[in-house]
């Protein structure tokens, strides 16, 4: 059964910067044969797609984030990374990831919690 476990959150003022993990197991060859996604939920707010990367390495960013947050992967760790920079209060957000272009309900995890202070 695949896990996706996300860590590297916490609480930063405005203007800092934070690394974001998620590390899939128990993925066979999930990992390396799909796009992924990393997506936020803020307080009333429904989740959306921060950034995702192809098994190619392409990536795109939405364009709240673009230009401040980046993503990448390693394929041999299983792992995809959210490299974010001059955070703000509305990145304030519960942060997962999944696959994407088509999120697997059965994949999300428990995220990971960034809150930007002002």
């Known amino acids: 059964q695949v896990q996706l476990m996300e860590s590297g959150g916490g609480l930063v003022q405005a203007g800092g910067s934070l690394r974001l993990s998620c590390v899939a197991s128990?993925?066979?060859?999930?990992?390396?044969?799909?796009?992924m996604g990393w997506y936020r939920q803020a307080p009333g707010k429904q989740r959306e797609l921060v950034a995702s990367?192809?098994?190619?390495?392409?990536?795109n960013a939405a364009d709240s984030v673009k230009g401040r947050f980046t993503i990448s992967r390693d394929n041999a760790k299983n792992t995809v990374y959210l490299q974010m920079n001059s955070l703000k209060p509305e990145d304030t957000a519960v942060y997962y990831c999944?696959?994407?272009?088509?999120?697997?309900?059965?994949?999300w995890g428990q995220g990971t919690q960034v809150t930007v202070s002002s």
């Open positions: 990367i192809t098994i190619m390495g392409h990536t």
């Open positions: 128990g993925t066979g060859n999930m990992f390396r044969f799909n796009a």
């Open positions: 999944n696959t994407w272009p088509n999120a697997r309900s059965d994949y």
